[in-house]
Structure formats: C-alpha cells, structure tokens
C-alpha cells in the first residue's frame, strides 16, 4: 500500500466533526471505519438507524449530503470537504422557495 | 458513438450476467449500451474497492473473491468493447421506468447518487433507447424481522460484505452471523479473514438436509471447491457452525451489545429454554436472496414462485421472458449462483443477437444451457437444503418491528387483520403502511406477506406476492425530473 | 347450495369501496342484516387509490353541493367520535390563482359561494397567501380559503366503516365474485355468487367504476364511466404543507367532460409525513398503464405551487379510476326500472367525501323513511327518460 496523499488526509465534515476516509470509500463506510453506527432517528419512535442492507436498497442510511436530503449513505462516495449532517425528520425544508441544494 | 441514438441491445445491470451479457452481445456484433446503478461493474458477487483509488486500499482488490479471473477477464473484453465503439457503459445510473412499444424500449434513468444529480436533467444517458434489452438486475438479501433487529449494528449479510469487499471496512469487532444458506459461511470467512472475532455461524436449518439432496444436485465442481475452502478458515478461526440455530433476539442501546441464540426445531420454532446470551457487536443477517424485479414486472413479464419462495420472473431455456425483445438473465429468473448467472448472461446475449439477425452458435448454445441446467440443479438443491423456516413468525413478539422504514411492529399488523378484516397482503399495506416508506415493501414484503399467510391461514400465492413487488417507479426520484416527462418529449 | 339452504339479507351489498362500507354500516347500524360481497379485498378499488377529499369548495350550485354540505355535518357530528382513527383532519382548502385575472375570476366564484351556505374567506395577496402556507410559491396572486374543506385516510375509513358494520352484525365476504343477480318477475331478489347463493330484500350497487358491469348483470344499463387520475407520493417529510392545496384550474377541470387529459394541481400533505401531489383526468377506460405525461405534468404543476417540491423526491405514484356519470352527479336510491336494485356510485373525484351522506340517505329511503335531501337528482333510472317534447 502506498503512502497517503501528500496533500493531506482526505476528510468529510459529520456534524461539525472530521472523518477521515480513504478515497473511494462511501461515506456509511467511513463513518463505520470511525466507530459511527447511527446518523439517523426514525420519525415516530425516534429510534436510532444507520447501515442496515448496506446497498441501496433499503433507505435506513440517508443522511443529507452538502445540502441535499436523503442520500443513501451506502452508495453515496465520500468526497474531500463534504458537509455531511445527520438526518432529522423534524427538521424543516428550507423556506427559500429554491430547489434544495 | 453518440448517446441519443438507439442501441440493438440495452442491458440493465453489471454483475456477473449483466457482464457477461454485454461483452457477448458487443463481441458477437451488437451495439450495446451497458446502464448499470454501481459505479463500476461486478455487481454484488464481484464488489470491489473504487478501482480509481486502488493504491488507498490495504488489500488487493481479489481479495475475498471467488472466480476472479474470469471477472478481470470480464473487465478487459469490456474495455475493449467500449474503446472499439461497440459498447457505452453507463454506471451510476438507475433505471426508473421502462417503456416499450412495438419495436424500441425506452429506459429512464436517474443518478445512483446525487453527486451527479447536478448534471442529471442535461445528461443524455438520461434516456436510453434500445430495441432489445437484457435484465441482469440481480438480487438482494432476504430480511426476516426479529426482536431487536433495528439496533444499529445488525446489519444484511450482503451489506456486511459490500462493506468488506468495496470499501475494506469491518462493521464491526465480535460478530454474529445468522439465518441459513452458505451465504453465511462465505461472509463469516470475510470477517475473520478481516480481523473479526466470528463468535457464532447460526444456520436456522440442519445440514442433514443436504443429505436428503440428490448427490447430482451438487455437482458443481466451484462450489465444492469454495466449500472446502470456507472449511479451512472455519478451522483456522475456530469460528463455531451452530446448526438449528438463530438469533432470538439483539439487545443494545444505540448499537448491539448482547445476542441471544436459540434452538429450534425442524420448522424453526424456537426451544424454550434453548436460549443463550453471548456479546456481540454486529450482527449479519442472511436467509438468502431476492430477485429485484420491478423492471420485469413493470414491462408486463410473466413470474412465478420458485423452490426458494422467492417471486422470480418466467425465461425459456434461451433466456427469453413473456415479453418479446426482453430477454433475463441471472438472479431474475431463479437465485443460483454467479457461475449460472454468467452463463445465462451469455446466453441471452445470443438470443438476442440471433433475434437481431446475427448468426447462431448452436456449440455455445448447448455448452451453455448445459452450464445453466447444472447450476439450476445446485442452486434447487440449496434453496432445499436451506429453506425459510416455516414457522418463523413465532418469533415474532407483537413489538416487533416489521416495516422498517414506516415503523410498523407485528402487532399492528395481527390488528389490522384480525380487527381490520384485512386479508391480503396489499390490503394490509395500504391500511397499516408496512412497505409505504422509502423502500416501498423491498424489506419487509417477503415478511410480511408470510405473516398474514400466518394471520389468516391462506398460503401466500404469486398474485400476492406481485403487488407488492410492482412499482410504476422502480427507484425514487424527484419531482423535478419527473416534470422533465411533462412535455411528452424527452 | 340448494334454495332452501341460501342465506338471507335484508341487504347485499356489492363492492366493499368506501361507498359499501357506509352503507354496511349505516344499514346495519338501523338493525337490518346486511352480507357485503366484495371480489377483492376492501378498499381494493378506487377507494385505496385516491387522495380522501372532503370537499365544499369544488362543488357546483345544486344537489352535489347540498349532499356534500349534509355529508360534512355527519362526518363531524356523528361520526365524529372515529376520527382519530381514520385520520381525519379538518385542515381547510386553500385555492390558489396565479394570476391577477384568475384572482379576479375566484372572488366571482366565493361571492357566489358565500351565497349558497359555503363559508370561505378571502386571501387578497401573495403575502397573505404564505401566511397560511409558508412554502407557497411567492408569485401567486391570491385565492380563498375554504375552513370546512377536509381529509381522511379513505382506506382506514372503509376499513373502520366496515368494523363499526360488522360490529351490529354484517357479514364480509371478500375475495367472492357476484356472478348473478338474480331476478324474479321483474325484482332483483339477491345474487349468485362463487361463495354461493344470496337471497336479499335489496341488491346494492356500490362497485365504483365498475358499478355498470355489475348492473348489466341484473340487465340494466347504469352509465358509469372511468376517469383515470394519477397521485404522486412523496418521501416522508416534516409538516411543510398544512392545508388542502389547489390552483384555481382545479374546480373547471372537476365539472369538465374534456376527454383528454387535464392537469391542475392538488397538494396535501398527511399524517405519515408524505405529501400527495395530484390531480389528472383522462378518458381512457380501464387502462393503469403508467403515462409518463400525466404524471409529468402532476409533478410539474404541483413544483409551480411549491417550489421546495423540486428537490423532493416521489417514492410511488398510483392510478385511480374515478366513476363518473355523463351528468357528473352520483346515482343514489332505488332503481326505477327494477325495484330491489339499489344504486350508491358514479361520485366521480368526491366519493370519500359524499360517502357518508350517501349511504345514510339510501338507507332512510332502503326503510321507508323520509329523506332529509330529496334522492330525485341522484335517481338511477333518469339516463333512461326520455327528456320532456
């Protein structure tokens, strides 16, 4: 294996927080590489849910990916200064009137 | 070759028959376009890391694979076809709907992930158009809910293994693995392979009911092979094969932290006092696989029920479906295997490119329908040996979540038949929603259509199981791209 | 089965929609035995493929707006005690002008309105607007807001309906196919079905769209048309849209008997958190193929309305065919040419709503009672009469 990147580690934003990834990962499997297992509650119990079938088919993963919601994290490649947050179903859509993202 | 211009075969999928299809019908003289959800081929039998970044791997990209070869084999002839102009591969694309008229196909399609959605609405791939297609859309792991089952940390056995064979991540430290099937031993070899204490391989089922197979039934020379190299690692790890054996239960807060296995009898009701607790951190849930057949259903295709339970779509012994210029190949027609599925790749090839008046390969048509009778007769053999157990809804307590996506417990779902009058599968959908979210019933169909068989004492028949597999929109996509339709023009 | 051993009814019931479950239940409710025979499951028709309109604010003057006025006093007076469990919502209509010329035509239609009864409110301007709907599309004009506009779930309506019926005794038979219905000297007297024979009082037809295939088999001709429409479901979101959403094209498209295919927008949101774009018409029969232009221009309309739409993604769409007669008003009540074949059917777009209404006036008529409207609009022999020389 080859030593990393000389420009540096390559991370996407989670909530505020650095995860580092190897590029070409997605990003369910770098937040499972740093020990993150949900990213998500569920609308009416509030349960937490992160990888379930692991490819795509399923839909427990999304989280919102540099603005847009409900990216299946599975199938979604992570990518150097990704801002990735967790979902929340409370939270409202955006009022601008313009399409999110 | 330009995009906008009709293709003689189109083939929806990039797996082993998918692969396999494309490449023959290029090779044997079609224009093909390749239109694939993955973002490079191989499917789920062959997932491997992102082969743009190979050198930011550990371990080299064969690792874990069975039949490597024949899938870098595979990759180059690919390649050649698309420099030659004969074939244009279109990955990360999903097809969402299929139309058909008498003599062109009308694929749409919208991005796997919404890194390209930017560009989506001017992408000429958007629309594909062909007058014949293969579907090779493969499968994806059969669920059976259990108590617990929605702690983070259980997880499908096929998306333990895309983990381990896309992105070299283990899901987890101390792992369980469960259901049925040698599925199982193929993804708890994974892991311990990967680092991970594999503390139990539960199998629902007894292995003497591979005794009561035919010895012919299991001649597939790569199978045994593959079987006694799982054996190996078993023994190197001493990885405990618990037979009659499931998962009664996962507890945890936020995430697994103690397993309870159970035994159970021949029609998997669990033995009261058979239970025992052990910690674990991931749990791996396998009971085979299902075909993803909305495509075939949506263009009108005939289907039945196989061996294995699984609603699967009708081909000929040349890969024809009911459907003129529509032809199936791989796990759509019957859940077998990657050997079979290439095989049947390659004969659909063939059949579709005779119907387009190329000539016929009558050798290769008999090698390969002789690979697939064999595969068939191994692939029987299995789903016998490794069935659902009959009776697995006792496991079912009335909390138990079955719609993971709509959040519909078991309970529910007893109430809305036996108060509701609710007596199909569909009807309990559209009342109590269980397959109404995002996943539209992939999930839980196959569940929930044996717990009203349960509920209301009628065997599931095909007509039930179909609803809830047919899906006007195969994928979701947004309101926008659907407006693009409005002009009825594309 | 011989004669002598065929159950009885006071009443059969064909069609087990949400027109059969009201009469089921309102009929068994008065103590008449009541057998529904559905070919399906409930709800397996049209009811389990619409959006569950209740609706003042569409109506034209005259006796579909009074069934629908009379139909909304029962749904929140007697019933009221089951509306958790259908999910009903009393969340109000607001339509919608884009433009000020359609602001304009709007205040003539509520001040007409106003007249007959219907409470609505006006909303002058685009500001006003997006105080009741925040994600409104800034660029509309204005509209009105209807107070007494409101939704249910229509499927676990029929099915609770059904429950309350069975609950007084009502017998469910689904998945059993009428097959026959039997006549003697000029008078429907029950129907043979593949669960056997059913001797009844009175044969009701509450087959939706299909009602005319199942009145031919008494031989009496009932004019009830398909009008496909397609919903569009989106992924569970939060609360975005509060109220029954519709541009202004929506009332012309109702009282149209255009062929093609006509578009105007409807948006809802629901207690699942999915919102339901609509609506579409077109006559095509019975075809459920998926037509990518209806559907297309669903979504489009309804991105105009609510531009956050765009971004959000359609996990299904269905087909529904609405039953319509070529008046465009219900029929209702016994049947003039063969008494002992009723009618509850042909309510084109507005069956949940009018359900209620319906099932408890045909039965007041089913027992000889006086109806509180009269039934003479609805009746189902008049596509028969000849019109006046």
């Not at chain 1, 609308?43 to 692991?54: A, M, S, V, Y």
């Not at chain 2, 191994?378 to 996506?405: E, K, Y």
């Not at chain 3, 009932?222 to 939060?238: D, K, T």
């Amino acid at each position: 294996m080859t030593a990393p990147p000389p420009d540096g580690a390559r991370e996407f934003s989670f909530d505020g927080r650095a995860i580092a990834f190897r590029e070409g990962q997605t990003i369910g499997a770098a937040l499972t590489a740093a020990g993150v297992t949900s990213w998500r509650t569920t609308r009416i119990t509030g349960e937490p849910r992160g990888l379930f079938c692991g490819i795509g088919v399923c839909y427990d993963c999304i989280l919102t990916v540099d603005g847009r919601r409900a990216q299946r994290a599975c199938v979604t490649p992570a990518l150097d200064g990704q801002i990735v947050r967790s979902d929340d179903p409370a939270e409202a859509l955006p009022l601008t009137g313009e399409v999110d993202g | 070759m330009a995009e906008a211009s009709v293709y003689e075969l189109a083939v929806i999928g990039a797996g082993p028959a998918g692969l396999s299809a494309a490449v023959a019908a290029a090779e044997r003289g079609l224009t093909v376009a390749l239109v694939d959800a993955g973002a490079q081929t191989g499917g789920q039998y062959w997932r491997h890391p992102d082969e743009r970044h190979l050198d930011a791997f550990a371990r080299p990209e064969s690792s874990g694979h069975h039949h490597w070869a024949h899938y870098r084999d595979l990759r180059a002839r690919l390649a050649r076809a698309v420099e030659q102009g004969r074939l244009v591969h279109l990955p990360g694309r999903q097809v969402w709907r299929i139309d058909r008229d008498d003599t062109l196909l009308t694929l749409r399609t919208t991005p796997t992930s919404g890194a390209d959605a930017a560009d989506a609405a001017a992408a000429p791939e958007r629309v594909v158009r062909a007058e014949r297609l293969v579907l090779a859309t493969g499968a994806y792991d059969r669920q059976l809910p259990l108590p617990g089952w929605t702690t983070p940390g259980v997880m499908a056995a096929g998306g333990v293994q895309a983990l381990l064979k896309a992105n070299q991540v283990t899901a987890g430290r101390r792992a369980v693995v469960a259901g049925t099937g040698p599925f199982l031993l193929s993804v708890a070899a994974g892991l311990a392979d990967a680092g991970v204490e594999v503390v139990a391989v539960c199998d629902a089922n007894a292995l003497s009911r591979w005794a009561a197979t035919p010895l012919r039934a299991i001649q597939e020379p790569g199978k045994l092979r593959e079987g006694v190299g799982y054996a190996a690692t078993f023994v190197r790890h001493r990885i405990p094969l618990r037979t009659r054996t499931v998962v009664a239960s996962v507890a945890g807060t936020g995430r697994v932290s103690h397993v309870t296995l159970a035994k159970v009898d021949a029609r998997g009701r669990i033995r009261p006092g058979s239970e025992r607790t052990i910690e674990a951190d991931l749990v791996a849930l396998g009971w085979g696989f299902t075909p993803q057949l909305e495509l075939a259903i949506g263009l009108g295709a005939r289907t039945r029920v196989d061996v294995d339970s699984s609603l699967v779509a009708v081909a000929d012994a040349d890969q024809r479906s009911s459907v003129p210029g529509v032809y199936l190949a791989g796990e759509a027609t019957g859940i077998g295997g990657a050997v079979q599925s290439c095989a049947e790749g390659e004969l659909a090839a063939l059949t579709a490119a005779v119907d387009a008046g190329r000539s016929d390969d009558p050798r290769a048509r008999s090698r390969l329908r002789r690979r697939i009778a064999r595969g068939r007769r191994f692939a029987v053999g299995m789903h016998r040996a490794s069935p659902v157990p009959a009776d697995w809804t006792t496991w079912l307590a009335a909390g138990t979540t079955v719609c993971r996506c709509e959040e519909v417990d078991a309970g529910a779902v007893r109430a809305t038949v036996h108060d509701l009058a609710a007596d199909d599968p569909r009807d309990v959908r559209v009342t109590a929603r269980p397959g109404m979210g995002l996943c539209q019933g992939r999930v839980c169909g196959f569940a929930l259509s044996c717990l009203v068989a349960a509920e209301t004492g009628r065997t599931a028949e095909p007509i039930d199981l179909e609803p809830l597999a047919k899906r006007p929109l195969a994928a979701p996509l947004t309101v926008a791209d659907l407006a693009l339709l409005a002009d009825g023009k594309d | 089965m011989s004669a002598a051993a065929a159950p009885r009814s006071d009443v059969v019931i064909v069609g087990a929609g949400i027109l059969g479950a009201a009469v089921a239940y309102f009929a068994a409710a008065a103590g008449l035995s009541v057998t529904v025979v559905e070919r399906g499951s409930i709800a397996s028709g049209t009811t389990s493929r619409c959006e569950g309109n209740l609706l003042v604010s569409d109506k034209e003057v005259g006796p579909e707006l009074e069934l629908s006025l009379y139909s909304q006093t029962i749904w929140r007076g007697e019933l009221a005690e089951h509306a958790p469990q259908w999910e009903f919502e009393a969340k109000g209509g607001l339509v919608v002008s884009s433009t000020e010329r359609g602001k304009r035509a709007l205040d003539v239609l509520v001040a007409h309105q106003r007249g007959l009864g219907i409470r609505v409110d006006d909303v002058v301007d685009s500001a006003a607007l997006r105080e009741i709907e925040p994600y409104l599309n800034p660029a509309m004009a204005g509209g009105a807001f209807y107070p007494d506009d409101a939704q249910v779930q229509p499927v676990l309506a029929a099915h609770h309906l059904l429950r309350l019926a069975r609950g007084h005794g009502a017998r469910l038979l689904t998945h059993t196919v009428v097959r026959a219905i039997r006549v003697s000297a000029g008078r429907a007297t029950g129907v043979d079905t593949t669960a056997g024979r059913i001797d009844a009082g009175a044969v009701i037809v509450c087959a939706g769209p299909w009602s005319g295939e199942v009145a031919a088999l008494a031989g009496v001709a009932l004019p009830v048309l398909p009008r496909r429409g397609f919903v569009l479901v989106s992924e569970p979101l939060p609360p975005t849209v509060r109220h029954k959403v519709y541009s202004a094209e929506y009332v012309e498209n109702v009282a149209s008997s255009d062929a093609g295919l006509q578009v105007s927008s409807v948006v809802e949101g629901t207690p699942s958190g999915t919102i339901l774009m609509g609506a579409s018409r077109e006559r095509v029969g019975f075809d459920t193929a998926f037509s990518p232009e209806a559907v297309g221009r669903v979504a489009r309309a309804g991105m105009e309305l609510f531009p956050v739409l765009a971004g959000v993604q359609i996990m299904r769409t269905y087909s529904g065919f609405r039953p319509y007669c070529p008046d465009h008003l219900p029929v209702i009540g016994e049947d003039g040419r063969m008494p002992g074949l009723w009618h509850a059917a042909g309510h084109e777009g507005a069956g949940i709503g009018l359900s209620v209404g319906t099932a408890k006036l045909l039965v007041q008529s089913l027992r000889g009672e006086p109806t509180d409207l009269s039934l003479e609009p609805f009746r189902p022999h008049r596509f028969d009469e000849r019109p006046a020389a």
